[in-house]
């Protein structure tokens, strides 16, 4: 039959260029969550320093964001994607979904009780309350001064076990499902206040200082 396929003849996903800009995106993103998924266990299996891991592990985060960007119109959501190429990687879904790397999220270590540390974070926690008091929604907006919060906040000796930490990482994951343009409702904003002004007071209270602004 001369419609039937010649099994020596490779088969092509694309007969366009648009197409094949597609299914490279595609691959590439596939790609970086494998290699995260990689990166990750072997920073639990201690198989990597914290060294080693946060540089791998942030610049991966950076690319998938780029490629998010890219194939946004043809993948909906991070999960549907593996979903669909039966992808069993939870380390890096779970990565993902925070958006900071492990050493970040869970650090312990000290070395940011200092004058110009404390001030720092002071500022970063009034900067975003401040956004929000003035009606902020946007995640555009509300990620990267959250984002640059939680770098500050997970550097102070102790934070790990800060009742305020998960509901600040909490809140950063949640931005960090949204696309840019997305807005957090009236609610959702009181409740991040709300939270964000407990871990502000918690913060304090662990340096043995108030919180008097």
């Not at 194939?71 to 979903?83: I, N, P, Q, T």
């Not at 009606?135 to 919060?149: G, I, N, S, T």
Request: proline fraction near 2%.
């Amino acid at each position: 039959m001369s419609s039937a396929l010649s099994l020596d003849e490779e088969t092509r996903l694309y007969t366009t260029n648009a197409q094949r800009e597609k299914y490279e995106s595609l691959a590439t993103l596939y790609g970086i969550i494998v290699a995260l998924d990689y990166v990750e266990r072997a920073y639990i299996r201690d198989g990597i320093s914290a060294a080693q891991y946060s540089p791998a592990c942030t610049r991966l985060l950076s690319q998938y964001k780029t490629m998010q960007k890219l194939v946004s119109e043809d993948v909906k959501s991070l999960e549907e994607f593996m979903a669909r190429y039966k992808m069993d990687h939870p380390a890096a879904l779970h990565r993902l979904q925070v958006g900071i790397p492990a050493t970040v999220e869970h650090s312990s270590e000290g070395g940011s009780e200092t004058a110009k540390g404390v001030a720092e974070t002071t500022q970063s926690f009034i900067t975003f309350m401040d956004a929000l008091k003035l009606r902020m929604r946007a995640k555009d907006q509300l990620h990267p001064l959250l984002l640059e919060l939680v770098n500050g906040y997970s550097r102070f000796k102790g934070s790990a076990e800060w009742e305020g930490r998960s509901r600040i990482v909490s809140w950063l994951i949640t931005l960090n499902a949204m696309k840019a343009s997305d807005e957090i409702t009236e609610e959702q904003s009181r409740q991040l206040l709300f939270d964000i002004d407990n871990a502000y007071q918690e913060f304090f209270s662990s340096l043995g200082g108030d919180r008097s602004r």
